[in-house]
């Protein structure tokens, strides 16, 4: 029989397989390298690893390993399975394994056997001996007697006998840290791979890792992992590459994490854990038991295993300061180390373990919910510390603390600081004031260590309410916060899909001096990504289970990013919110931190009537309440279900909120944050339920649909005959609670698109079905019982004690809708509906009865019979509604088509007729769907100017030199937020127009070309001074872009714009010095980019004419052809808005001049708020 004879390891294919595998011999599949094998027959069965794997780097022995070994030498060996032959191994002893190669050059063996699991080795005949496991036996054959027996002492060593390393316990599988099956490239079947502190072992099977028999294990302290593509991974060593195929991407980053991991525990230095391990009983976990721990915690002096130390984290940093003995090297200095030599686990628990049940006692396989339970009673409550003599008296232990300190007493400290002593008490001493100070004056430097990392601890405290865990430990000011969390990688898009469980990573996260960071694992030096506090605008908190994780944050960041994490633990999730917001929101909007917020952060904004500077403020929105704090000024509270006007403008990048006497603008500085707010503000501002508060409300809580009813009625239905007792069609009245229900602020009733029957039955519904109803169940048959009263006084004052106990809510909107009905039966020689047909339809109606008997109809007969006493109205101003009410109707009755007046929270605003003078002064109030044409007809009309066909009337937007005419169709509004404090809105006709739409008749495509003057603003020094000339330039123009060439044969262009982007003014200011006076101004926008960039140049022309046509080709290619309404006046004047007549809800714009004259303006309207409607007779 031959030996084999070791090959040259470049030239051959390692075999990873052990021997006593022969398998696919005839396999076809067989890889096709297995033909290079220049080993013969026994082997052949054996799986290889293609030649790739290896490295050509030369190969030497690790040095780290041979520390380690035993015994190491030449022997024969005998594949079990009754096989004859022996081939020649180089096997090794270590500790743990026994392990054999196919030459003393291998850095990775055939085949091993952990020593845990070796039960007997004995000698079998000549120069032969067995290695028995409990289910294999593996026979070797030395060169000789001496060195058989040698080989059989130092096994017979470390398989039995007192030297039992503790990281292996007898007879049971090594724990791993992750494990399972991994395809490696080239082999056919997977292997099972194990990840265990710093090395990967490799398994034929999971049943081999069971009985500690594998094929090769790999040190992680010379290994490299690196993705290779999506489900693949190298782990590289200096000797041999091995590729791994994982089962899926999200099991490959697994894999690669663990076996990262395993680096990091390779790598970290043991220096320190040697050290401290000097100290027997440190050698076990201070709180499980568990052999070898290397985490520690600083201020309460114990050497915890890792999985406590998980728990011990979960506790924060102002309870246990867990740092790692191997990785946090910075932090052991040589008196800590020295402390926890002094004292050790042993000495430590005597104080902290002194009263544990043993019911309560860990062990090192305790599930982690135990440990938690069991590390938050020892440490947080001090559940089992020993109490010391002087506890509960503060004087007494502080004395005794600063005596103390004096000497080496180091448990007397711990357990007086734990029992209460302050740390930073004073010692009366001018020299030495506090402990620490004392202590080291003293030269007791181990005093001042302990003392040093308790100086913000807190102290234990029994909590009598069992569900401790629920409690929120704030961090200390400077917020630290570490921890694993769940990330997906960042995105450049909101989060609009449920992210699965798959798509996370877990990831080691620290909050540390104002940087989030996340790393790979907690071992890990260098982060995968980090954020400033600073770079943090936006922090949202997702709605339980919106993912794969049950709780999940969002992070927004300055450069619009978004990063989401997840967790499964609620109170880590809570924590981690409050901890990031605490580093990113200013001290002065502290107040918001307090809030159970769903999404936290800083936005630009302007307010009140300074419109031309934005501000930064500091938002936080929680329910449906936004909380505000503006630069300088205190925190201020919005109710967005009761504002007036909620809207997004100028393409989506303000978001506007008009509540009473406000209106706040808030700017998209940036995309994704922003459009997070908007999303988030406009579902908050939405109705939240059937009950009559949680309905979105005006300002003067009422429910928006119940106001929008009644105005809506008020203004068209007050002369419908059996108006609120003839029905609506069914199912235009469901369609209009629908719309109510999904935005009441958002739904503007009209004449002519609703019906009067559907919009009254729409209220009569709406309160038919309120949850509780308006009267509230508690209390509706109290104001039914009152009806039996034969005495009106007594009557009027028992309604009214009711009326104080409603709700805010309930008794403003009855309030409101009582008026209302008071109004109705006023006018019932018009509408036919007097006190008593009102009582019988409303009184079912509100008090949800079936009406078969008059008492809820009698009640509201009350109510409205006695409406001005029972809510003490002011007659004056009851009369002065009623005046209203009759000017509508008879304004109604003289223009049939007439518009109801707008809804509420408008802008007033300063518009001139045809000049810029006081005299032509008009006090407008603009709604945000108030057009050009609107406007200018509004204005006419007021004025009583009679519009012609072909006048054209526009409004203009006039900036001093420059103007322009908006086109009929242009929103004003925001015209009106952009305009600069020198420009004015104002009336005028167009006298171009029609010479403009006579020459685009003319044209068969809209396009023009020709030469211009061209001038641009050019900024000296950043000075923005105006600068350059005008040059000729040949322009082309088509309806996507305007291009600019030198000359008329240059075939690229200069420049090139975007028609639809230009904003284009008449006139040139003067200072310029146009070179002729047909000049158009160009303003160039672009707000596609971050910055907003305003660009301004000139054209000049020669003739009018040729000015013109430039002009109406512009105009006609930016509004499509459509430069003048078809139907002209008429439609204009129909669904114009007119101004309301309430002015409870004004907001007000300055479009010119100061506050004052803007105030002014506006108390002249408001006084005399018929002169309006006056005006338009
Ligand atoms: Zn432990």
Redesign the pocket.
């Known amino acids: 029989m031959s030996l084999q004879v070791p090959n040259h390891p470049k030239k051959r294919v390692c075999s990873l397989y052990s021997d006593d595998e022969l398998l696919d011999e005839d396999d076809p599949d067989f890889p096709p390298w297995q033909t290079e094998r220049i080993v013969n027959l026994p082997e052949s069965g054996s799986f290889s690893l293609p030649d790739s794997g290896r490295l050509s780097t030369p190969v030497k022995e690790d040095t780290s390993q041979l520390s380690s070994v035993i015994k190491m030498g030449w022997l024969d060996k005998n594949p079990p399975q009754g096989a004859l032959y022996y081939q020649r191994r180089w096997v090794k002893l270590e500790v743990d394994y026994l392990r054999y190669f196919d030459n003393e050059k291998e850095v990775y063996s055939k085949g091993f056997i952990s020593t845990a699991f070796i039960t007997s080795v004995s000698s079998v005949g000549e120069v032969k001996f067995e290695v028995a496991t409990k289910n294999r036996t593996f026979i070797f054959r030395a060169e000789n007697e001496d060195e058989r027996n040698e080989w059989l002492t130092e096994l017979r060593n470390c398989t039995g006998g007192p030297k039992r390393p503790l990281t292996l316990i007898s007879g049971s599988p090594l724990t791993p840290d992750y494990s399972g099956y991994l395809e490696l490239r080239g082999l056919r079947s997977k292997l099972f791979t194990v990840v265990a502190s710093d090395k990967v072992l490799l398994y034929k099977n999971a049943e081999d890792y069971n009985i500690g028999v594998g094929i090769t294990f790999i040190d992680m302290n010379v290994g490299n992992v690196k993705d290779s593509d999506r489900r693949s991974f190298d782990l590289t060593t200096p000797y041999r590459i091995f590729s791994f195929i994982a089962e899926s991407e999200q099991s490959r980053e697994q894999w690669v994490q663990a076996m990262r991991n395993a680096i990091g525990e390779a790598l970290s230095n043991s220096e320190v854990v040697e050290q401290i391990w000097t100290e027997p009983s440190n050698s076990f976990?201070?709180?499980?038991?568990?052999p070898k721990?290397d985490w520690a915690t600083i201020n309460l002096c114990v050497v915890?295993?890792?999985?406590?130390?998980g728990e011990h984290r979960g506790l924060g940093p102002s309870i246990s300061k867990v740092r790692s003995l191997k990785m946090d090297k910075k932090i052991w200095t040589e008196e800590l180390i020295q402390v926890f030599l002094k004292l050790g686990n042993k000495r430590v628990n005597s104080f902290w373990a002194a009263n544990v049940p043993p019911s309560e006692a860990?062990s090192?396989s305790s599930c982690s919910e135990d440990?938690r339970r069991f590390i938050s009673n020892k440490y947080r409550q001090g559940k089992y510390r020993k109490y010391h003599a002087l506890y509960g008296n503060q004087t007494e232990l502080n004395n005794a603390l600063c005596i103390n300190v004096q000497c080496s007493d180091l448990l007397e400290t711990l357990s007086l600081i734990f029992c209460g002593a302050d740390v930073n008490c004073s010692t009366g001493m001018a020299n030495c004031p506090s402990p620490e100070s004392l202590a080291s004056a003293h030269s007791q430097p181990l005093q001042a260590e302990l003392i040093k990392h308790n100086l913000n601890t807190e102290l234990p405290q029994l909590q009598t309410e069992p569900d401790m865990d629920l409690k929120y430990y704030p961090p200390p000011p400077c917020v630290s916060y570490e921890g694993y969390l769940f990330k997906t990688a960042s995105m450049g898009r909101a989060v609009a899909e449920r992210k699965m469980k798959e798509e996370f990573s877990r990831r080691w996260c620290m909050l540390n001096d104002g940087t989030f960071s996340y790393y790979e694992h907690d071992k890990s030096t260098n982060p995968n990504g980090t954020l400033k506090a600073s770079e943090i605008v936006c922090l949202a908190v997702d709605a339980p289970e919106k993912h794969g994780y049950d709780f999940t944050f969002e992070l927004y960041s300055e450069s619009e990013r978004i990063y989401l994490f997840g967790t499964d633990e609620p109170d880590s999730h809570k924590e981690w919110v409050k901890c990031i917001a605490k580093t990113f929101i200013p001290a002065t909007a502290e107040p918001l931190l307090r809030l159970s917020f769903e999404r936290i952060g800083r936005l630009k904004c302007k307010d009140g009537l300074n419109l031309q500077k934005s501000k930064v403020g500091w938002f936080a929105l929680a329910g449906s309440t936004l909380h505000v704090y503006l630069e300088n000024s205190k925190g201020e509270e919005i109710h967005l279900r009761k504002l007036n006007e909620l809207s997004i403008q100028q393409d989506n990048e303000v978001l506007v909120l008009v509540e009473k006497g406000r209106t706040l603008y808030i700017e998209g500085e940036r995309k994704l944050d922003f459009a997070g707010w908007c999303g988030a503000i406009q579902a908050a501002a939405g109705s939240g339920g059937d009950t009559l508060s949680q309905q979105q409300l005006t300002d003067t809580d009422i429910p928006i649909i119940v106001l929008s009813c009644i105005d809506y009625i008020t203004q068209c239905g007050l002369t419908s005959e059996g108006i609120y007792r003839k029905s609506g069609v069914n199912s235009r009245v469901a369609a209009l609670c629908d719309r109510f229900r999904r935005d009441a602020r958002s739904l503007r009733l009209k004449e002519g698109e609703h019906q009067v029957d559907d919009v009254s039955n729409t209220l009569k519904r709406f309160f038919r079905e309120l949850e509780e109803g308006l009267f509230t169940s508690e209390y509706a048959y109290s104001w039914l019982s009152i009806t039996a009263l034969q005495d009106e006084n007594d009557k009027i004052s028992e309604y009214k004690a009711l009326l104080d106990r409603l709700p805010r809510v309930n008794k403003a909107t009855l309030q409101a809708l009582i008026n209302h009905l008071y109004c109705v039966q006023r006018f019932s020689e018009l509408n036919q509906m007097n006190l008593h047909n009102l009582a019988i339809v409303f009184g079912p109606t509100l008090f949800q009865t079936d009406g078969k008997d008059y008492t809820a109809g009698r009640a509201i007969e009350d109510l409205i019979q006695h409406y001005t006493l029972i809510f003490e109205v002011d007659e004056q101003q009851l009369d002065r509604q009623l005046k209203e009410i009759k000017a509508i109707i008879q304004m109604r009755e003289g223009h049939p088509k007439f518009p109801k007046p707008g809804g509420n929270g408008h802008f007033i605003c300063t518009v001139y007729l045809e000049e810029l003078k006081d005299t032509a002064e008009q006090h407008v109030k603009i709604p945000g769907s108030m057009t050009a044409a609107e406007l200018a007809y509004e204005v006419l009309d007021r004025r009583n100017i009679p519009v012609k066909d072909k006048d054209y009337w526009s409004c203009w937007e006039v900036c001093e030199e420059i103007e322009r005419p908006l086109h009929y169709q242009e929103r004003v509004l925001p015209i009106l937020h952009s305009a600069g404090n020198e420009s004015h809105l104002l009336i005028k006709k167009q006298p171009a127009m029609d010479a403009m739409i006579n020459y685009l008749a003319t044209k068969l495509d809209v396009s023009k070309n020709g030469m211009m003057k061209f001038r641009e603003e050019r900024s000296i020094l950043g000075l923005g001074l105006p600068s350059g000339n005008f040059h000729d330039r040949y322009f082309i123009l088509n309806v996507t872009s305007l291009r600019m060439y030198k000359d008329v044969r240059s075939h690229r262009p200069e420049r090139e714009w975007v028609v639809k982007s230009l904003k284009i003014y008449l006139g040139i200011k003067k200072k310029l010095r146009p070179p002729t006076c047909w000049g158009l101004t160009v303003v160039c926008e672009s707000k596609k980019q971050e910055k907003p960039e305003r660009q301004q140049w000139y054209l000049c022309c020669e003739t009018q004419s040729e000015m013109r046509e430039w002009y109406a080709t512009f105009l006609s290619i930016q509004n499509d052809g459509n430069l003048w309404s078809q139907d002209g006046v008429q439609q204009n004047r129909v669904s114009r808005a007119l101004p309301d007549t309430r002015h409870g809800n004004v907001s007000l714009i300055p479009l010119r001049g100061s506050e004052n004259e803007m105030r002014n303006s506006v108390a002249a309207f408001s006084q005399d708020a018929l002169a309006l409607l006056r005006d338009l007779r």
Not at 285 to 290: H, T
Not at 304 to 309: E, P, R, V
Request: overall charge positive; charged content about 20%; some cysteine.
């Open positions: 976990c201070a709180d499980c038991g568990a721990p915890i295993c890792k999985q406590c130390a860990l090192p440990r």
